[in-house]
């Protein structure tokens, strides 16, 4: 493990730093995951669109989702990691919440889409704040992307203005959704010393960037205060 | 109806030509359909794919489509049509297709993803040339895009190594998924006077640019022969 010179007391964690390196592998590696996934699921979620400008709107933020991924993908090839390998171990948790919150009409789809995305900006900009220059640079390239939110809260508004009945259901849903993101990513955080370490650092007192306890706390309010912003903004109750 | 000026007498089909124009948003709705519909199946089955590199793989020919979609549609635009209605007569054919053609497993996604992409591109080959010069580049640059095939044909040659008994049942499948893209593209064109006006112009005599009857037997013929040799690539008899 090496130190930044006394010289540069706040110059930033390095790659050329193994335990610093080994969290960043293991972060691309989980949001690479993360984005395949959210590409495939919200692929085969736009089948269940009504009209054919909706099935394009939601195909189109599926392709966003795999441009994301394929940015995090070169980006663990650059490091010298195994693309592959780096996600290996987040396949069983990422596929498990999307098998325990498989939606069952279009509209949980689009409500699923938009709570989904937000959740990952939240958490992408929280993150990127301890990463080095370049790293950080690609995470918040990533967030540039994205933005098709407009549609959702439209189409969810109509919806319920159609029929004021789904508003408590898909709250409800919204409800579950951010549950179980928040669970599954405990789970995973707590198999993962590296990823953990790279969050909690501050916390470690082990010389790695990241949040102390207190700031832990307040990252959950933060994300949890933004889903529920979202949801009043689709017109559900959070 | 226009034609061409007797200085030019050449000059191929013209957009202002309200006969050419149905003709050229008709085949640009269908296979803008078609493109969106590929990318929504070939998603959904890569959630099929053994290896996170395979699901990438076939991601990756997935949001190929999607970009020819976005051509196509755009394109729609451009000529002053509706893109959602113009792809509309298509939904129920194109949706027919995949719901007879849903594949079992991930071999079968590969195979269907290879030979409906093989025929697509022969087809866009074979209509090129009817086209005005915009609309050509526009299927040709289409064309242009594709090629993800040797992925596909080395996965299925292994699987019939390590299981040779897959060559058979693929090989079925590959026959059927044939069959039912040429009846369903005959129901179609069947059903849409400007579309096959286009394809079959020059049998009408209408002035109309396309195949005679013959070129149309020919073209079967082509579109069959490659076929057979996409299946020969992949090991498997046609």
Known sequence: MTYPL???????????????RAAVVDLLGVLAFTELTAFVRLAADAALAPRIGDEAQLAGMAVAEF?????????????????EQAM??????????????????????????????????????????????????LVLGVLEDTGHSAFVVTT???????????AGRLALWGRRLMGEMLSQAQRTAAERDALSNLLVGGAS???????????????????TENHTRRMQAMGLSA
């Open 6 to 20: 006394e010289s540069e007391p706040h110059a930033g964690p390095r790659l050329d730093d193994p335990e610093y």
């Open 67 to 83: 441009r994301h991924f394929t940015l995090l993908r070169d980006r663990l090839a650059e490091l010298g990691a195994d693309p």
């Open 88 to 137: 290996q171990p987040f396949v069983a948790p990422v596929n498990g919440f999307h098998e325990s919150t498989a939606p069952a009409d279009w509209l949980e789809g689009l409500v699923k889409a938009y709570v989904g995305d937000g959740v990952g900006v939240d958490f992408y900009r929280e993150v990127a704040r301890f990463l080095d220059t370049e790293t950080q640079a």
């Open 156 to 166: 969810i508004r109509e919806a319920i203005a159609a029929d004021p009945r789904v």
């Open 205 to 223: 007192g082990a010389g790695m960037p990241g949040f102390d306890l207190a700031e832990i706390g307040r990252m959950f309010a933060r994300l």
